[in-house]
């Protein structure tokens, strides 16, 4: 499933590449609402827009700016929709079933006060409720919108340049090695277990 929604996306660029801007600031926005963004799995899509770059789909720059734009207009509705509704979002019915998420955010964003914004942004289990909290909790606005834009400038190239360098990785590799890959896996994930195992001893 997942799967195919990444090709969807992939193909909506290619076919409509005047469009790739707007597609990938609906992305990063999407990934990045409260609840929607504890569900789409961010990293992987991200990864994938960043491997678009590397072949030349997309620009590095307009791309990075469309999804750090996306990212932080995303937050910005979450942290929206806290001031406005408050407590209420507790009563939210996917809330009552997994209170911890709230519980974690509302335990990061103590800890951390208006820097819980920029280095939540790259904790992936509560990445998308810290906006949310720090809207529930009244964070004043001139506080949320500087730290809010600065986090969005470094998560998108954080979460696009993996995909990127993978990209460049796989174009430079030799095809008959491609053919092979599933023996490269099994060899790291021999190696990490021997690793894991030593560890222990």
Request: hydrophobic letters at 55%.
């Amino acid at each position: 499933m997942f799967a195919d929604f990444l090709n969807s996306i992939t193909e909506l660029i290619h076919q409509y590449p005047t469009w790739s801007g707007a597609i990938v600031f609906l992305v990063a926005m999407i990934e990045s609402l409260a609840i929607i963004g504890v569900i789409v799995p961010g990293v992987a899509i991200m990864f994938a827009i960043g491997a678009l770059i590397s072949n030349g789909t997309l620009d590095m720059t307009t791309t990075v700016l469309w999804a750090a734009a996306g990212a932080s207009f995303g937050d910005g509705l979450s942290y929206a929709i806290g001031r406005h509704y408050d407590k209420k979002i507790y009563q939210i019915s996917w809330f009552k079933k997994n209170p911890n998420v709230l519980e974690k955010g509302h335990v990061f964003f103590e800890k951390y006060g208006i820097f819980s914004i920029l280095i939540g942004r790259f904790v992936g289990p509560i990445r998308a409720v810290i906006p949310l909290i720090a809207g529930i909790l009244d964070m004043p606005l001139k506080q949320y919108v500087p730290i809010n834009i600065i986090a969005s400038l470094l998560w998108a190239p954080a979460y696009l340049f993996p995909g990127l360098l993978f990209g460049d990785a796989i174009s430079t590799t030799p095809s008959y090695l491609l053919d092979y890959w599933p023996v490269g896996v099994a060899i790291i994930l021999i190696v990490a277990l021997l690793i894991r195992q030593f560890k222990k001893t």
